[in-house]
């Protein structure tokens, strides 16, 4: 081999490998460096006493954190109650709270573990307190294109539907209700749930699937006969 | 279609979305919040408030990073004691093992009057260092009286040899 062809050649490779390696190198740091908390300065104030930071929180969290207990109790009233219950528990634990998971993921934890625990007391004496499906739902194109295909759907009026889906899910475990609303309600990653649940992302998919044939055999009913 | 697909399924729970509570509820929330955490607050016996406050308190300082500083200092201490306990105890055996022989010695004033007259060589019997006279006068007049004993035996025999 000439090596006066063999040397440009030699530096193009190691210059692609020298580009490669630090692309990788990039890589491998963004992926090592820790997320950043976006909660994590209204963490911070509320932990040295700011009140005002923690009302901030509140604000931020608790539309989410309602859909999560509303959809685990189908119930608006004891929704309400949990989510005063579950704010003033994160308040009082808050300065204990070490930043080993984000904020989100923490309060979530709050929420899903003291909902689980008030079920259990419950039991399965309650009735359903559903709230008003908001009247968007019909500009909803997944709506639309679900009235559109399938005729149970298109024959039942919009609370029956509500309802039904209401008494399905609630027929559910309460754990695998956890992980349905999570995912398909909320639009959690599986990772995420898993962090909040403290369970692997196996056990995750394991509910979720077979919460879904179940899901599938209550609505049958409702298949076969839309209206009631 | 026999059943809902998984698909379905996941389009059908999405729509619970638009299930929403009552209008100005989120607005409310929060006000509704502060007004229950100051009924509990009210409800509260003084002790508890005050156990809670110092709990907070506490928390705050963060108390269990500091748990390793007296844990330390304790430790410190305790290995000063040990050693200066031993510092101080090797002198003391050193010198209790030089008080501990007999020494047999002669006063100053009786060494002018030693002659060949006198056959009997009065000698003391002394278990405590010489003193100063400053020292001997501050202790007669405080310690019990002194006995002094004749460590040889009293012999009229000459002590020559041929």
């Known amino acids: ?228 | 279609m026999d059943e809902f697909n998984d698909s379905e399924i996941a389009r059908l729970l999405r729509l619970k979305r638009y299930e929403q509570p009552p209008l100005g509820y989120f607005e409310n929330f929060l006000h509704e919040f502060h007004r229950r955490q100051r009924d509990e607050l009210l409800r509260q016996p003084l002790w508890r408030i005050c156990l809670e406050r110092a709990h907070n308190f506490m928390l705050q300082l963060n108390v269990r990073s500091l748990t390793s500083y007296p844990a330390a200092v304790t430790a410190v201490l305790l290995c000063a004691a040990i050693i200066s306990l031993k510092i101080y105890q090797q002198p003391e055996t050193a010198r209790v093992a030089l008080q501990s022989p007999p020494t047999i010695s002669v006063p100053a004033s009786a060494e002018g009057e030693w002659n060949l007259a006198s056959p009997v060589a009065t000698q003391i019997l002394r278990t405590q260092p010489v003193r100063s006279f400053h020292e001997s006068a501050q202790t007669h007049r405080a310690a019990p009286p002194r006995y002094v004993l004749d460590s040889v035996p009293v012999s009229y025999e000459p002590t020559f040899r041929f």
Do not use: C
């Open chain 1, 1 to 228: 081999m000439n090596p006066s062809v063999a040397l440009p050649a030699r530096r193009i490779s190691d210059l692609l490998s020298s580009g490669l390696e630090a692309r990788a190198k990039s890589k491998r740091n963004a992926m090592d460096q820790p997320r950043t908390d976006p909660d994590q300065e209204l963490v911070k104030r509320t932990q040295s006493g700011d009140a005002a930071a923690f009302d901030e929180l509140v604000i931020k969290y608790t539309p989410r954190l309602y859909g999560l207990v509303y959809n685990m109790t189908s119930n608006h009233e004891d929704t309400n109650d949990l989510l005063q219950d579950i704010f003033a528990k994160a308040y009082k634990a808050i300065r204990g709270f070490r930043g080993k998971s984000s904020f989100y993921t923490w309060i979530h934890s709050i929420a899903v573990n003291m909902t689980l625990n008030f079920l259990k007391k419950r039991g399965r004496r309650f009735q359903l307190s559903l709230d008003d499906v908001d009247a968007s739902i019909q500009n909803d194109k997944e709506f639309l294109e679900l009235t559109a295909t399938s005729s149970p759907v298109r024959e039942a009026d919009l609370s029956e539907l509500q309802r039904r889906l209401n008494e399905a899910m609630m027929k559910l475990s309460d754990e695998h209700r956890a992980v349905v609303t999570m995912f398909h309600i909320q639009g959690m990653p599986h990772a995420e749930i898993s962090k909040i649940l403290r369970v692997s992302e196996g056990t995750v998919r394991s509910r979720l699937f077979y919460a879904n044939r179940q899901l599938q055999n209550y609505l049958d009913e409702f298949r076969k006969n839309p209206v009631s």
